[in-house]
């Protein structure tokens, strides 16, 4: 198993662009999530998805938009990237939103210019 | 309000010696306690958690991690460390009774084991 699986590793944006982060688990969980890490600050979580079907805001959703696009797959659109938004992105998934450890892919190291 | 702290940027120990991460938290009502260690490059990985229990829990790689409800603490530990645990530690706690997906993650510990 892969487990979860992101792409791209790296991007460089300038000001402006659109893209979206792709993310993928095998493990057949139910809740997925998008984070971000910033030196000195840890993660936060941009949003989540507790179930197929639903997505919420989660502390620092400005800026970002998700689609949870089948049970497997979670992906993050920036809409108009700002320098402010780089930042490494992990996405993560868990069996339930409750009680369960989250396993986390590699990362993507953004670099807004 | 809900919130974690790792008061300890880095912590320094020689190998084969005991070591200690700390993590204090506060929820209003009952915490769910993990810990993840992230390796340079990596996503976290999942060492252990506290749900309800047994104060003590044991995880991957030798380590535990002791539940205190009066002093709020989820401290990480390990009885004799390896250079290869060397890496950056995350505690992250969720309000039990809160009915909503909250998990706030702390700033991360950097441990460097001294060969």
């Known amino acids: 198993n892969a487990g979860v699986t992101q792409t791209p590793k790296f991007q460089v944006l300038k000001t402006g662009q659109s893209m979206t982060l792709q993310c993928a688990q095998d493990?057949?969980?139910?809740?997925m999530y998008w984070y971000r890490q910033d030196p000195g600050m840890g993660l936060r979580l941009i949003y989540y998805?507790?179930?197929?079907?639903?997505?919420d805001k989660g502390e620092v959703p400005n800026g970002y938009n998700v689609s949870r696009l089948n049970k497997r797959e979670f992906s993050l659109r920036l809409e108009s990237a700002a320098p402010s938004q780089t930042s490494v992105y992990f996405c993560?998934?868990?069996?339930?939103?409750?009680?369960?450890?989250?396993?986390f892919g590699p990362g993507t190291r953004l670099t807004v210019t | 309000a809900q919130s974690v702290a790792q008061p300890e940027d880095q912590v320094n120990v020689a190998e084969g010696n005991p070591l200690t991460v700390k993590c204090t938290y506060s929820?209003?009502?009952?915490?769910?306690l993990f810990w993840y260690v992230q390796y340079p490059n990596r996503g976290l990985q999942f060492l252990l958690k506290?749900?309800?229990?047994?104060?003590l829990v044991k995880g991957s790689y030798g380590f535990e991690a002791e539940f205190n409800k009066s002093q709020t603490s989820f401290h990480l530990k390990k009885p004799s460390a390896l250079v290869s645990d060397s890496a950056l530690y995350f505690c992250?706690?969720?309000?039990?009774?809160?009915?909503?997906?909250?998990?706030?993650f702390g700033t991360g510990t950097r441990l460097k084991v001294l060969a």
């Open positions: 929820v209003s009502g009952n915490p769910y």
């Open positions: 992250a706690v969720r309000d039990a009774t809160s009915g909503t997906y909250k998990y706030i």
């Open positions: 998805s507790a179930s197929e079907g639903t997505t």
């Open positions: 493990m057949n969980h139910n809740s």
């Open positions: 993560a998934s868990s069996q339930a939103w409750e009680a369960y450890e989250q396993y």
């Open positions: 506290y749900i309800t229990g047994d104060n």
